[in-house]
């Protein structure tokens, strides 16, 4: 299969997101990511465009409470806690890229729950996310709902 002709050259410096929205444009319903989890999922350059679109209006809205809280000149960083077989996880990243927020992925698949809250714990103090995109239904600012990460994070329903 030929990857398809990019209307420009894609440079190092190019953001995630502007690579997925040119292709939603050349080949909007050529299939993007595939999954192989439980529920097999396909989602095409369009349907990540569109959705990505729509979360990163809600990152955008949590950055501003975010550089309230912080000040200005405080970086703030995502926490996504998503299985890589969730139908957001992708359009997540790239709504990120979007709105220009650095992200650190947390584990949710390793078989040894200790090893995985200690590596997220780990993860959070070295990047002290601001607040975690996780599948829970509820906002919270507990950081247990966020897997026990060690630090205070608004979680979002997705």
């Given at each position: ?63 501003a409470e975010c550089t309230q809280s912080a000040g200005a000149c405080e970086l703030c960083t995502v926490a996504v806690r998503l299985s890589r077989t969730h139908p957001d996880f992708v ?68």
């Amino acid at each position: 299969m030929a990857l398809p002709t990019l209307s420009r050259k894609a440079t190092p410096l190019a953001y995630f997101h502007e690579i997925y929205d040119e292709l939603a444009a050349v080949v909007p319903d050529k299939i993007a990511v595939v999954s192989r989890g439980r529920d097999r999922l396909c989602l095409t350059y369009a349907s990540i465009r569109e959705r990505s679109l729509l979360l990163s209006a809600g990152l955008s809205h949590y950055l501003a409470e975010c550089t309230q809280s912080a000040g200005a000149c405080e970086l703030c960083t995502v926490a996504v806690r998503l299985s890589r077989t969730h139908p957001d996880f992708v359009p997540l990243l790239v709504a990120a890229s979007r709105v220009g927020v650095p992200f650190v992925l947390l584990s949710t698949d390793l078989p040894d729950s200790s090893l995985q809250n200690a590596r997220n714990a780990f993860a959070a103090k070295l990047l002290k996310p601001r607040f975690c995109v996780t599948e829970t239904d509820t906002l919270t600012n507990s950081s247990a709902a966020a897997g026990d990460i060690g630090v205070d994070c608004v979680t979002v329903a997705v």
